[in-house]
Nanobody
């Protein structure tokens, strides 16, 4: 069992930056791939970024590539999402999630554990 708690959301102006963190409980953190997803009002949950168990592989949605960076610290059981050059269309609730799937995946159904989400609002 893995419990996930996100933090770091807030209100920021367009062009600004935020750093989201996700703290995981449990001794199996390093055996899970991790992902960040987001959901805007009236829209489906969408993939943002993926990081493999070791951190060696990362994948990003095209909409955030070059602006967002995902990282993890297995010693501290944390995964982070550095978000730069934020745009109003990045406004959403952001969720971190853990997956047992071996290999990269962007499908929400492949993730076994989810955090409660943190709100990110980007004003124009």
């Amino acid at each position: 069992q893995v419990q996930l708690v996100e933090s770091g959301g807030g209100l920021v102006q367009a062009g600004g930056s935020l750093r989201l963190s996700c703290a995981a409980s449990g001794r199996t953190f390093s055996s899970n791939s991790m992902g960040w997803f987001r959901q805007a009002p009236g829209k489906e949950r969408e993939f943002v970024a993926f990081i493999s168990r070791s951190g060696a592989m990362t994948i990003y949605a095209d909409s955030v590539k070059g602006r967002f960076t995902i990282s993890r610290d297995n010693a501290k059981n944390t995964v982070n999402l550095q978000m730069n050059s934020l745009k109003p269309e990045d406004t959403a609730v952001y969720y971190c999630a853990a997956s047992h799937v071996v290999g990269a995946t962007h499908r929400p159904d492949d993730y076994n554990y989810w955090g409660q989400g943190t709100q990110v609002t980007v004003s124009s």
